[in-house]
């Protein structure tokens, strides 16, 4: 066990390995570059041409400039790993544009290889992964060891105390060792694997000779004096004290804190979509549809004419939605009934009578939701998000379903996590608009690109089943 009246490894050394990733973020890219030139024997600049270290130098800066601007370099102890990568790639990225619009600005972009240049790319932004990767993995084998670690004691005894407790014995890569809980309560003898210590009088002295460095303070939100009074009796302690209040009674959209004219605030409900996730989301989405649409677009034009032909009316059908913090905007689809445009409110039903053969067919294949992926590119929707409901619908629903209109923190979807789970197509009850409303939330709380991808394929399968949907 390390000396527990030394400070932890990772305090000490935090910004020296701060310090430490930049220079050897700075050295890949640099180093790629002459790597690349070197192993070209026809290659249009030298290494150490004036031009090449200029554009190493430019380079350099950029990354300086542009890197920390995504968190990159911030402590990840405790964090997804899979998001600093997305965050590498999408900052390295717009250090390529940079160095592109510069390139072509100034005229020089003739005087690099393409293939080099691609070639650097490339190989850097695998070179900055691996790094990233072999960093994870050595500082994962120190605080296996007991080294790197924050130890960290719990005040409360609540399902936030426990959940946290859990989670860092779950976790033991993340660095964090809950060496002691303490709580003013008398009933609670016991949280997890740790008693509970009822002397508060001796905690700022606890602190101090475990050499803890931080104290999460678990009580709900109306124990506002004892936060206080803990706060009192730890005036003089340099211990980092953060507060996780249980707020277990509330529906979170996006839990996180944020700060507003230097107040900080716990955001109970607020969209994902901001900062890096806001750029992932639309990459994702512009770079899919469009890939998509060029890939459907013979299957495209069978489906137009076979709705052309199968009955009067326009071959797309727009519908009024609400989209993104339920601003109105007009959905595409193929038409699947007889054009009837005062006929919007009534949902669609099994065997409904308004609906064409081939209308049918579209319908339980999905077919008919192809012309959204232009509503995609058109930014008013994403790929994956909550099906957006006719108007009339939510002014039914709003009142009847809890959190109903949170589903409009982020973009509608052409698919989402409720349709792939079996909520799609009608919504006859109550309780299904209740399942559907409870997973288009779960999505939006737990966001991520492999989450999309994950529903992506899962829609796929879905489709090729040819499961019902009206």
């Not at 976790?171 to 509970?196: N, Y």
Request: with cysteine; net charge positive.
């Amino acid at each position: 066990m390390p000396n527990p009246t030394q400070p932890a490894l990772g305090v000490r050394y935090a910004e020296i390995l701060s310090l430490i990733v930049r220079l050897i973020d700075l050295s890949i890219v640099n180093a790629t570059w002459v790597l690349m030139l070197l192993l070209q024997p026809n290659a249009i600049l030298a290494p150490t041409s004036e031009k090449s270290l200029a554009f190493l130098a430019f380079t350099s800066l950029l990354v300086i400039l542009v890197f920390p601007m995504f968190g990159i370099y911030r402590s990840w102890r405790g964090r997804n790993l899979i998001d600093l990568l997305f965050r590498l790639t999408a900052a390295w990225s717009i250090v390529l544009v940079a160095l592109v619009t510069l390139g072509g600005l100034t005229q020089t972009n003739l005087e690099f290889s393409r293939l080099s240049f691609g070639l650097w790319a490339v190989a850097s932004l695998l070179l900055l992964f691996t790094s990233r990767l072999i960093l994870s993995w050595f500082l994962a084998f120190l605080r296996k060891h007991n080294f790197n670690l924050k130890r960290v004691v719990i005040y409360g005894t609540g399902p936030q105390a426990a959940r946290l407790l859990a989670h860092t014995e779950q976790d033991p890569d993340a660095g964090f060792r809950i060496v002691a809980v303490f709580d003013e309560l008398k009933h609670k003898k016991k949280l997890g694997s740790h008693h509970v210590n009822n002397d508060l009088g001796k905690l700022a002295e606890f602190l101090k000779e475990h050499a803890v460095n931080e104290l999460w303070i678990t009580l709900p939100l109306r124990e506002e004096e004892r936060v206080r009074s803990m706060m009192r009796r730890l005036r003089h302690s340099t211990v980092d004290i953060r507060l996780a209040p249980e707020i277990d009674s509330l529906r979170l959209i996006h839990k996180s804190v944020s700060e507003v004219m230097g107040t900080p605030m716990i955001n109970l409900s607020a969209t994902p979509m901001t900062g890096i996730n806001r750029f992932i989301k639309a990459l994702e989405d512009r770079l899919l549809s469009a890939l998509i649409l060029i890939l459907i677009s013979p299957i495209f034009i069978i489906i137009a004419l076979l709705v052309r032909l199968s009955s009067p009316g326009p071959v797309i059908f727009k519908q009024k939605r609400l989209g993104w913090d339920q601003k109105e905007i007009k959905v595409y689809k193929f038409r699947t009934m007889y054009f009837n445009p005062d006929d919007e409110l009534r949902q669609a039903k099994q065997d409904d009578e308004r609906i064409t053969p081939i209308g049918r067919f579209l319908r339980r294949t999905s077919l008919d939701e192809l012309p959204q992926f232009f509503n995609v590119l058109q930014g008013r929707m994403s790929i994956v998000g909550p099906r957006p409901h006719a108007l009339a619908h939510n002014e039914i629903y709003k009142d009847l379903v809890a959190d109903y209109m949170l589903r409009h923190k982020v973009k509608p979807g052409i698919t989402g996590w409720a349709q792939v789970n079996g909520y799609r197509g009608e919504t006859d009850t109550i309780e299904k608009m209740q399942k559907r409303v409870e997973y288009d939330l779960y999505y939006i709380e737990h966001w991520s690109l492999w989450f999309d991808l994950k529903i992506i394929i899962a829609t796929i399968k879905v489709v090729f089943q040819c499961k019902n949907a009206y």
